[in-house]
């Protein structure tokens, strides 16, 4: 089965402090780390080991600059055959729609039976898999935990609906999948692993490489633009339980009972 | 002259000269003993090369101090004594033995050199040794059936266990040392009935028992006894010799190969691969241990000669709190296999990756290479580098436990496994109210005499910021001239390494070692004891390293520290050794010297201290994974103070105070114990300088 799985470069949650630049339109980029959005990963360690049950390749692709190549080459050294960048100083500014119709046009060159995303960019919105299934007139399953390749191209897969119940449906290939995080235990990589992917090529493709045409892409086709950045107001601060140790206990079990944690 | 009995070598057994089948069975015997031999060396041959064969005469000291005089043995006094006895005895008996045996082919043959009153004294002592080997299995074999020690004993999750082979073993060795006595015994019984003088037999020794027992035995029955104990005798000595390569037994064999050559260097770790630079390794295509012949031949023979005593599980933190290893276990799977995958006959079978097939993921894990298991081996068994290559190994193949992957990559990016700002390293020294009292030069063009290397925890923890604070202000008070890199720092990544990330560690190194060259200081100080061990074994051409401990502990012999009495003089202190400064580094006394020089403070010791110091739960990644166990280390740790009667627990390393302030609480001992670390309760107790002598 041949995969694709779209990857972003984003900044790393967890290893940064995210301040405003003082235009409070975005934040400050110049000291941070940036990593896979790590719904990503999830989407290609699950593309890893369907290839590995049922054969098959894994590309990975991204929509970005120079610095993009680096997740390219992270999810190499997880597996993946191929990366591409999608690069143009005309995709600068694109709206989701346009970064789908980018992974649109970069899918047309190929053939792929099932193409996947993460649920969602931890700087986004979850917008782009949806489209980029509707621009290729695909089925599109979002939220996806579990994938089981059945015979006759279709995928038996599952999502986990509120509550925590598990809805189980029959998709037929090729389709677009979005991973939700949890679906598997992405496996480590490491310096030496992206070492030795180094040397491989990651083409890049811009507009002319796509028979895209300019104009229906970046800052000129966005229709969706970011006009704000900001953090939320401080609420009241932290309610303070008081009592006993039981008393407090009890109390919070109401509280969280009362909120539909508890049945 | 007509003999009294016949010798073996003149017999008939069976129609066959005697001569001729012993040198039969001898033959045999060494055959199939050197061909056992060679099957059980195959694998070796097929393991990763190991540099064993440089410094000679300190190998050959190990070989007298470990093997020789069973060095490590009396830590467990009643097995410990046991084995001294037998060891003596078979030390004394392997002349003997070849003695005896030599007589079945060549009658009255004398062993050279040990003709006269030499060989009668000889004689004498081998009667004696016997006799206490031939005791010594007895105890042993009660021991086993009647007082088994529970390091003994295997949980299902590990396998089976031998009881009866253990007996068996026994039993032939008893069996030898009987047949033996038996033989000279019966020879010396029919001398002296017809009054005619026999080799002296020591008073109340085996020998001698059975001569005095036999005194008025039929002649024809001392004959039969006297050739029947002598073939028994041939018979169990080559049955045992080759029948011990396939158990604990082959210790016998390859303990002097062992400690011959056992690692010399402490604190250190293999490289990944002998022989290979850290400039090559890109070209090694796998890293670590993934199947049986990635392991080294030494820590190949390291399996056949585990004798199975349970000490290093008995003394590991991992095994006591129920996490779901057990050293003993990583070395007696690896020899299982090894047996079942190069057998006897046919060819050898393997390939197959050991964890998930002999070992578990959370079992290789689970280690906080606290270095108990390898203090404890009397053998000298190396077991950390075998978990770290087992993880390397992992980690190569990208199975790493989630709750670590993102330190990992935290430290890949920032330096640091929180994840924190590198600008944000220093931090802690800038501390309004301890910057105007000591203020910390960051050594960014700046010179200093000394680099105090923070590392990461301190640097970081809110807690443990406090610990580089009281460090600073200590080597301020001594008057060194000291810096830090600050945002130049990385992570020493000792922790790194010995979780399997070979080329994390050596990022970390280089930039770290540029960065100390750049700044020009002469030595290093730090207050962690990881940082200390990285630094000290893992780094090379970088300055000195000393441990904040011994910094101080000079400052009081001195002078140049001095101490106002304890406040509460009824405190009761312990010192918990890190396993990094006690067991690694064997800086266990200057902390003590420390405390002891405290006027007022009132000190005891814990059960496990010094070298059998017990792990507090394991610093740097060991954080971050989560183990599965009953209990935490920390949490037992905390308890055998409480048990020492102590209300107070000095540690000298950051790592310990994590774990053991968690444990306090844990343990429900918050407002009963305290935790303070050794630079922390130094600094409170220093009395400030004489202003006049200032």
């Known amino acids: 089965m041949e995969i694709l799985v779209c990857v972003k470069r984003v900044p790393d949650t967890s290893e940064n402090e995210i301040e405003f630049n003082p235009e409070g339109n975005d934040i400050e980029r110049d000291e941070l780390v940036y990593g896979v959005n790590e719904p990503d990963n999830y989407a290609v360690e699950e593309a890893l080991q369907i290839t590995a049950r049922v054969g098959g390749q894994v590309t990975v692709v991204t929509v970005g600059g120079e610095d993009d190549e680096e997740v390219l080459r992270r999810e190499m050294a997880m597996g993946a055959s191929h990366g591409v960048l999608l690069a143009d100083d005309a995709f600068s500014g694109s709206d989701a729609r346009s970064i789908a119709a980018i992974l649109q046009a970069f899918l047309r060159k190929g053939k792929y039976d099932l193409v996947l995303t993460g649920v969602q960019a931890e700087d986004g919105g979850a917008q782009v898999g949806g489209m980029l299934a509707a621009m290729l007139d695909y089925p599109f399953a ?112 109401d509280l969280i009972a009362a909120k539909g944690g508890l049945r | ?69 069973q060095w490590r043995h009396p830590r467990y006094r009643g097995a410990g ?145 006297h050739l029947g104990a002598y073939l028994v005798h041939g018979l169990t000595f080559f049955f045992l010799l080759c029948y011990r390569p396939f158990g604990i037994q082959f210790h016998v064999e390859t303990s002097l190969f062992s400690l011959y050559f056992a690692k010399l260097d402490r604190g250190t770790l293999k490289p990944v691969r002998w022989g290979v630079s850290d400039e090559q390794l890109g070209q090694v295509k796998s890293f670590g241990v993934k ?89 000298l068994v190396e077991s950390i580098d075998k978990v770290v290559d087992l993880r390397r190994g992992l980690v190569d193949d990208g199975d790493v436990p989630q709750s670590l992957q993102r330190p990992l990559k935290a430290l890949e990016s920032r330096g640091n496994p929180y994840g924190k700002m590198e600008k944000k390293r220093a931090d802690w020294a800038a501390a309004p109210q301890f910057q105007q ?63 399997g990330e070979e080329t994390l560690f050596q990022a970390l190194r280089d930039h770290n070692t540029e960065a100390i060259t750049a700044s020009g200081v002469r030595r290093i100080v730090t207050a962690d004891p990881h940082a200390y061990n990285a630094l000290k074994h893992d780094y090379k051409d970088v300055p000195p390293v000393e441990h904040i401990s011994q910094v101080i502990a000079r400052g009081v012999k001195t002078g140049t520290i001095k101490f106002h009495p304890v406040d509460n003089q009824s405190d009761v202190y312990t010192y918990h050794d890190p396993c990094y400064l006690g067991r690694h580094n064997h800086i266990y006394q200057e902390p003590r010297n420390v405390l002891d020089a405290i006027p007022g403070l009132k000190r005891v010791e814990m059960s496990r201290s010094r070298d059998r110091s017990f792990c507090c739960g394991g610093g740097g990644l060991m954080l971050f994974y989560e183990p599965k166990e009953e209990q935490r280390m920390g949490v037992k740790r905390v308890q055998m103070a409480a048990e020492a009667g102590a209300n107070v627990i000095v540690t000298a390393c950051p790592f310990c105070m994590v774990n053991i302030e968690d444990a306090i609480k844990v343990a429900g001992l918050e407002g009963k114990m305290t935790a303070i670390d050794l630079v922390e309760l130094t600094q409170q107790q220093i009395a400030q300088k004489d202003p006049k002598a200032a």
């Open chain 1, 142 to 253: 979002s939220l996806v935990n579990s994938i089981e390749v059945l015979d006759g191209r279709k995928l038996r897969i599952s999502r986990e609906v509120e509550g925590g119940n598990r809805e189980v449906s029959e998709i037929d290939l090729p389709c677009v999948l979005s991973i939700q995080t949890g679906i598997n235990e992405p496996r480590y990589v490491g310096m030496r692993g992206i070492r030795a992917v180094a040397s491989v090529p990651v083409p890049t493709y811009g507009v002319t490489d796509l028979a895209l045409d300019p104009n229906t892409v970046g800052e000129t086709a966005a229709k969706v633009k970011r006009l704000d950045y900001f953090l939320p107001a401080l609420g009241n601060g932290a309610e303070m339980l008081h009592g006993s140790r039981e008393e407090i206990v009890a109390r919070v079990a």
């Open chain 2, 1 to 69: 002259m007509m003999e009294t009995i016949q010798s073996p070598a003149q017999a008939t057994y069976w129609l066959v000269q005697g001569r001729e089948l012993f040198l039969s069975i001898y033959v045999l015997g060494s055959a199939c003993f050197f061909y056992i031999v060679a099957r059980r060396l195959a694998p070796l041959l097929r393991g990763e090369r190991d540099f064993r064969f440089d410094r000679p005469l300190r190998r050959l000291r190990n070989v007298l101090q470990f093997w020789l005089g």
């Open chain 2, 81 to 225: 004594t046991i084995h001294i006895l037998i060891f003596a005895g078979f030390i004394v008996l392997a002349t003997r033995a070849f003695w005896v045996l030599a007589l079945g082919i060549s009658d009255g043959f004398v062993m050279p050199g040990l003709s006269g009153t030499t060989g009668h004294v000889y004689g004498i002592v081998a009667d004696y040794a016997s006799t206490v080997v031939f005791l010594c299995m007895m105890i042993a074999a009660i021991r086993r059936l009647a007082f088994t020690p529970a390091r003994y004993s295997v949980p299902a999750r590990y396998g089976k266990g031998h009881p009866a082979d253990a007996i068996f073993l026994l039993a032939l060795i008893a069996i030898l040392m009987a047949a033996d006595s038996l033989f000279q015994g019966s020879k010396a019984a029919a001398l002296a009935q017809q009054g005619r003088t026999a080799e002296f037999l020591p008073v109340l020794s085996l020998p001698w028992i059975f001569k005095d027992s036999l005194l008025s035995t039929p002649l024809p029955t001392l004959q039969s006894l």
């Open chain 2, 291 to 379: 199947k049986f012949e990635d392991f080294t031949w030494k820590h190949m023979l390291d399996f056949y000669s585990c004798a199975d005593c349970g000490r290093c599980s008995d003394n590991c933190p991992a095994n006591a709190v129920g996490r779901p290893l057990s050293p003993r276990f990583i070395g007696i799977k690896a020899r299982d296999y090894a047996f079942q995958h190069y057998p006897m006959f046919g060819s050898s079978a393997n390939g197959k990756a050991l964890v998930g097939d002999i070992y578990s993921e959370d079992e290789i894990w689970s280690c906080t290479t606290c270095g108990a298991c390898e203090e404890e081996c009397p053998l």
């Open chain 2, 437 to 499: 009292t000591c203020a910390v030069k960051v050594l960014n063009g700046k010179k200093a005499d000394a680099l105090y290397f923070v590392d990461s925890i301190t640097s970081y923890d809110d807690r443990m910021q406090a610990i580089g604070r009281a460090t600073a202000e200590i080597l301020h008070h001594v008057g060194q001239d000291f810096g830090i890199l600050g945002a130049a720092e990385r992570d020493s990544g000792h922790e790194v390494r010995r979780f």
